[in-house]
């Protein structure tokens, strides 16, 4: 519509030509807005892993300074060194991936939603907790990691001495890669640090709870426990679900603890190490077609496990709407 | 409020950087202009470690003052492992690497030991024949090539494919620049404090004599090592075990001229089989059978002896012994402060690690490093039945006069075995963009003041043939070093070889495993089942190794 001078109202109605007009600058519009997201999709997923699978058929041959077809030997011989002893560092490293699973989801997610639920009742200092809870997510992991380590430290480590102190000079080394504690403390350092994360999530998710059910909760007479886990539980699982997804995707790329807190070698026999770190360290040592190889094997394994779990997060998560 | 948080960051950013590596300050003069980067400069990026910098800024800056080429110096102590992805993105397989990729890549590398021979193969360094034939003029006319001591000439030295090796097709590739003697450093008022034979100052000559000094340390309540096993440091007792071996199984002579099993270490290097054949498969072990030498057992065994405590049947009982308090989660410059700080007597490591204490240590510390014992027949005596040596591999160490200790020789001097670590490198990136200054550097960096004058800040010998301890200025501890390494009895170790396996398949001492790896289980295994270890796995991958290596 335009108004004309003398006020009377004028009605356009539009061409052909300027609906086309109008239809091809939206095309142009959203062809603008997807082809950044198409062009990373293109070159950051599917030209990298589709090399990199076409790089665990061949193998680089000195003589003619070429990668050549080598088949599926590069699987042949990973399978032999993860399954039948061949090398029992691929083993190690598969087994210290597949752990962290059960620490994430078993471990660090209902301690996330614990401390998210007391944080979300708005106790006594409950934001200088929540700063403390999410504090970890803040520091730069490697001197998180440092910090972390140094209290270990069997000269002047606070926690060390104080085991000492309890096992009357006793103590273990608990940063010895050869030793059985390495692990836990890697694993208990993911768990301090990966708590913040995850209540942030969760807090959010139970302060979109409305008000009104959980005082008509209280109005019946409903104990904390069983609002946290009959009310606020199933309310928030949607986001419980999701963040155990992500949790189970971890086991592929899990590999900052071990390698700041322990030793970046992985220890012996890779007892410290993982699939994320050992194709690191392959790819650092210029065998790229074995880390390629290896990548791709526990992606094979890996892939089925995760969906499995979408799946059963997916039969297992209520559809409720508030 | 925003310049004054960017400024913040700024600082926070290359504050760390600075005292990291060093700000280019050095006895007053200012090379702050080496470490900023300008349009045109050669681009140098290099391992400080324990070698200091202080060696290199006035060469780089005398270097721009003569030849008007100017220098940017970068400090990176993570190069070693950084570099072959460096090397590989700036090198593809096909196009042209991109200009930012080029900016981003050193025209000369300064590294810590690592497998160039696969960068040499790969195509990603360049050949510096005109390093090693310039002609020094000021020198005589002499070339690198000449200056450079027996086997450090030939170090850099291969053909770019197997092929290329066997046609004699052959170039320079890497400068070795520093030739680190390595063994055991000692408190010298400790050993002395002991009494007895050692009271004047004297050493163990022999690992008997070895295990001698420990009773005497543990009796007087003293630790007697100072190790770390953290982050690769267990390598450290590799240095011992390269000496230990050469010492039994001779470097390049072999007892009875055995060969493969038998033969000398050389014979290892060379993969040759029972009938002396290089990378060979004739004979019942091929060319991998010197994996399982005796003088590995017998080096691995003194190490296990030494700090590991294996009096229980029950190998979960074992324990690390004679060391400070819980080493292995000790990294190696926590183990030097120890040593530094007087809590134990002795450390396994190399001659660098006189820039590595020099804050931690008083000023009356003394120490200095002592010859690595030579393994003699009373020692071998006494662990054959444990290791299963054969008969004809019951004998001792090396004499000076190629001989092996035996029942009826005796007597003699014992070889001394230094094992001198020659390793850390220089390269020419081959896509490197300003190549001709490069080569210009290394050969003004090689040149003799140079050499003399690395010697003196680094405290370190340069690879070359020359007197270093005729050098004025060096410290009590770099005179002991030079004591050691100047020994015309001495025989030097230096990992080289012809062999294709060992060039194109870079297989060395642990075969696919990693030394620091095998060591940290001296608590949990055996020697000799080590190294059986380590043989299987030899086996198990020789055809593989030899793919690598063209031989198929």
Redesign the interface.
């Known amino acids: 519509m335009k108004q004309t001078v003398e006020g009377t109202v004028e009605t356009t109605v539009p061409t052909q030509k300027s609906y086309n007009r109008a239809k091809r600058n939206d095309t142009i519009f959203v062809w603008c807005m997807l082809a950044l997201p198409i062009l990373h999709f293109l070159i950051f997923w599917l030209y990298i892993n589709s090399s990199t699978i076409f790089m665990t058929f061949f193998r680089y041959n000195p003589s003619v300074q070429k990668y050549q077809w080598y088949g599926l030997n590069n699987f042949i011989e990973l399978f032999r060194d993860m399954f039948l002893g061949g090398d029992p560092r691929t083993f190690n490293s598969m087994l210290n991936s597949l752990i962290i699973f059960p620490v994430n989801n078993f471990i660090i997610l209902p301690l996330s939603f614990v401390a998210a639920y007391f944080l979300s009742k708005k106790l006594p200092l409950s934001n200088f907790f929540r700063v403390l809870f999410f504090m970890p997510s803040m520091i730069a992991i490697t001197v998180l990691a440092l910090c972390y380590r140094s209290m270990f430290n069997t000269d002047h480590g606070p926690v060390f001495m104080l085991c000492n102190a309890i096992m009357g000079g006793k103590a273990p080394d608990f940063l010895d890669v050869t030793g059985p504690y390495a692990m836990p403390i890697a694993f208990t350092f993911s768990v301090w640090s990966g708590l913040g994360y995850n209540v942030v999530l969760l807090n959010g998710a139970i302060a979109r709870i409305p008000e009104e059910i959980l005082e008509s909760a209280r109005l019946d007479g409903i104990t904390t426990t069983r609002e946290m886990f009959n009310i606020v539980l199933p309310l928030s699982w949607g986001t419980m679900s999701t963040l155990f997804i992500l949790n189970s995707l971890s086991i592929f790329g899990w590999f900052l603890p071990p390698m700041l807190v322990l030793s970046d070698t992985g220890g012996v026999e890779g007892k410290t190490s993982t699939i994320a770190l050992y194709v690191y360290q392959l790819v650092n040592a210029g065998k790229g077609e074995d880390a390629a190889a290896l990548g791709l094997m526990f992606s094979i394994i890996g892939i089925p496990f995760v969906f499995g779990v979408k799946w059963l997060m997916d039969k297992i998560t209520p559809t409720i709407e508030f | 409020m925003k310049k004054f948080i960017a400024g913040l960051l700024a600082v926070s950013t290359v504050l760390p950087c600075a005292v990291a590596c060093g700000g280019g300050n050095n006895g007053g003069n200012d090379y702050g202009h080496l470490l900023t980067r300008e349009d045109g400069d050669l681009y140098v990026r290099y391992f400080k470690g324990g070698n200091g910098a202080e060696w290199l800024y006035p060469i780089a800056d005398a270097f721009e003052k003569e030849t008007g080429i100017t220098v940017y110096l970068e400090c990176d102590d993570e190069i070693t ?1 950084n570099i ?2 460096v090397l ?1 993105s700036a090198h593809p ?1 096909s196009g042209t690497p991109s200009a930012n990729r080029l900016k981003q890549l050193p025209d000369v590398c300064m590294t810590q030991t690592l ?1 160039w021979q ?1 960068f040499v ?3 990603w360094i360049a050949n510096i024949d005109e390093v090693y034939t310039y002609k020094y003029a000021n020198e005589g006319n002499v070339t690198l090539a000449d200056k450079l001591i027996d086997g450090a000439d030939t170090f850099g030295y291969m053909g ?4 290329d090796a066997l046609e004699g097709n052959k170039h320079y590739w890497v400068v070795p620049w520093t030739s680190p003697l390595t063994g055991l450093v000692y408190n010298v008022k400790m050993l002395k404090s002991l009494g007895g034979k050692w009271a004047n100052g004297y050493v163990p000559a022999t690992v008997t004599e070895l295990f001698e000094l420990i009773d005497d340390l543990n009796e007087a309540n003293i630790t007697p090592f100072a190790w770390g ?4 440091g267990m390598g450290y007792w590799n240095f011992m075990f390269m000496s230990f071996w050469a010492s039994y199984q001779g470097y390049n002579v072999s007892y009875n001229n055995g060969k493969a099993k038998y033969g000398s270490m050389m014979d290892f290097y060379n993969f040759v089989d029972d009938d002396g054949n290089m990378d060979g498969n004739n004979g019942e072990n091929e060319g991998f059978g010197s994996f399982d030498q005796a003088g590995r057992k017998i080096a691995l065994k003194v190490i296990q002896d030494l700090i590991v405590d294996t009096q229980s049947a029950n190998k979960k009982d074992w324990k690390w012994k004679n060391s400070i ?2 080493p ?3 990294k190696a410059q926590e183990a030097a402060d120890k040593f530094a700080f007087e809590e134990a007597a002795m450390t396994p490591t190399g001659s660098w690690i006189k820039n590595e204490i020099a804050e931690s240590m008083d000023e009356g510390f003394e120490y200095a490093m002592m010859p690595t014992p030579a393994v003699d027949m009373a020692y071998v005596q006494r662990v054959a039945t444990e290791l299963g040596l054969q008969p004809q591999e019951i004998h001792g160490g090396l004499f000076t006069d190629n001989t092996f200790e035996t029942e009826t020789n005796t007597g003699k001097t014992y070889a001394q075995i230094n094992n001198t670590e020659i390793g850390d490198l220089m390269f020419i990136p081959k896509n490197a963009t300003k190549k001709a200054n490069a080569i210009k550097f290394l050969q003004y960096v090689n040149k003799k003041e140079n050499v003399e004058s690395a010697t003196i800040d680094m405290g370190i010998a340069r690879p070359f043939r020359y007197t270093p301890s005729a050098l004025q200025g060096h410290s009590d501890f770099t005179k002991s070093v030079f004591a050691v390494y100047e020994n015309p009895n001495a025989v030097n170790l230096i990992r080289k070889s012809e062999s294709s396996i060992f060039a ?1 398949a870079t297989i060395k001492e642990w075969a ?1 495993r ?1 030394e ?2 095998v060591l ?2 001296l ?2 295994k055996t020697a000799k089942g080590l190294i059986e270890e380590i043989y299987v796995n030899a086996s ?1 991958n020789w055809n593989n190794w030899k ?4 031989l198929f």
């Open positions: 492992e072959p992805t590989e397989t497998k696969e193969n790969k195509g770019q494919t197997p092929d096993g953290d982050s690769n308090d819980y292995v989660s000790k194109y696919e990693n620091s790896d940290l289980q608590d949990q198990d793919t690598k290596a063209g």
